[in-house]
């Protein structure tokens, strides 16, 4: 069973848990506030979970029928709706459990009039219910096709470097979703940055070859002085290596498996370390040593990885890297807060999902790139573009 699929199936289990004690609740609010309502609000209340389980449904039969799984061959009409509605399950769950504990702790510590308490309790349950879906549709939407852009500033005593940009790039993820239109719309931001450098750190398509092209097509159009550098992704692996690199090749586009580039501006060099880590394939420690270790006087020098294991952050500090660049996570691409927590599945993988942090003079950067992983929608995880000024 395709993991794609053994992760939507394992959502919807825990999903279904929340929805049942989220429908109680639900249920509840409207007998205490429209007694006649009860009936309405069960039938919309189960067809809002019918068509919440078609996807994960329809993926399952497609699966054991034989065609294995892909969110191509599924309508969007199907998908959207559950993911949409996790998020919205998720959210309010946070609301209902603590209306909850302090409806508890209001019935034991005030003397009130207990059906007045439940009106107002129930009154509330519905209006945090409507208000969520309005906003969770609304942000989800808004986060899913927004794209957004970080500039950063990185100090570096190289009077020839001033000024200097790097445009940081991932995750581009050209499928059904990631149009060429939305493609488009990224490289004209790139664009309009002025990069001296562009890097890529890679997943050029979400699955399969029908979209590689697309991909290579839209980062070919970027402009940048020195170039588009690129590493291989693990969604690159699985589509297939080889063509990915072709494509990208073509264009112009340097493709660093496990080897050093350098690049000369203004009398600088500067150096890049282009380090294939990904699940699949995991670079040798030894020959890690080596790229770390060839020097040609660069003031300047960028390694540059899919996934940034502790394995490559450890080198790349130790080894007195200028900046650590990767991307694999989306940024979080679905992060829903729990109280004061936001859940996503890219912290199974590691603690840094998104932004920037500074390890003494080390800059390291994670890209929330652009397309998507297991679900076409972002929530507080639009796409980003980091452009790092040198100053």
């Keep these: 069973m395709p993991w794609t699929l053994r992760m939507t199936l394992l959502l919807t289990l825990i999903m279904s848990v929340i929805l049942l004690y989220l429908g109680l609740r639900l249920h509840w609010a409207v007998r205490r506030t429209h007694p006649g309502g009860t009936r309405l609000f069960t039938g919309v209340f189960l067809a809002a979970v019918t068509l919440f389980l078609l996807y994960p449904a329809t993926a399952y039969v497609q699966n054991a029928m034989g065609y294995g799984f892909s969110w191509e061959t599924v309508p969007a009409l199907l998908v959207y709706p559950f993911w949409v509605g996790l998020i919205f399950s998720g959210v309010l769950l946070s609301w209902f459990i603590t209306i909850d504990i302090l409806a508890l702790i209001g019935k ?11 009106t107002i309790q129930a ?23 927004h794209i957004g852009l970080d500039e950063i500033a990185y100090p570096l005593d190289e009077p020839g470097l001033d000024g200097f940009t790097i445009v940081h790039i991932s995750d581009l993820q050209a499928d059904r979703y990631t149009t060429v239109r939305k493609m488009n719309r990224y490289v004209d931001m790139i664009n309009q940055a002025g990069p001296d450098l562009v890097i890529f750190a890679g997943d050029l398509v979400t699955e399969g070859t029908g979209y590689v092209m697309a991909g290579a097509r839209a980062l070919a159009g970027i402009e940048s002085e020195h170039g588009i ?3 291989i992704g693990d969604h690159d692996y699985w589509a297939g290596e080889e063509q990915v690199v072709d494509e990208l090749e073509q264009r112009g586009i340097v493709v660093l498996r496990n080897e050093n580039h350098w690049i000369e501006h203004q009398q600088n060099v500067v150096k890049l370390t282009g380090v294939t ?79 920037l942090w500074w390890f003494d003079n080390t800059l390291f950067n994670i890209s929330s790139g652009l397309g998507f992983t297991l679900a076409p929608v972002r929530y507080n995880a639009p796409a980003r573009i980091s452009v790092i000024t040198i100053e």
């Design 277 to 355: 880590e990904i699940y699949n394939q995991k670079i040798d420690p030894g020959r890690l040593q080596q790229l770390t270790d060839e020097h040609r006087g660069e003031g300047l020098s960028i390694m540059v990885a899919h996934q940034a294991t502790d394995k490559i952050m450890r080198e790349a500090l130790e080894a007195g890297y200028h900046q650590l660049l990767a991307g694999h996570t989306h940024g979080g691409q679905i992060k829903v807060p729990v109280f004061f927590y936001q859940v996503s599945g890219a912290r199974r993988d590691t603690p840094y999902v998104q932004g």
């Design 229 to 231: 550098y690129a590493v």
């Design 123 to 145: 009154r509330l349950m519905l209006f945090l219910a409507a208000a969520t879906a309005l906003y969770v549709t609304g942000k989800t939407a808004w986060d899913t096709h």
């Design 108 to 118: 034991w510590s005030f003397k009130t009039d207990l059906v007045r308490f439940n």
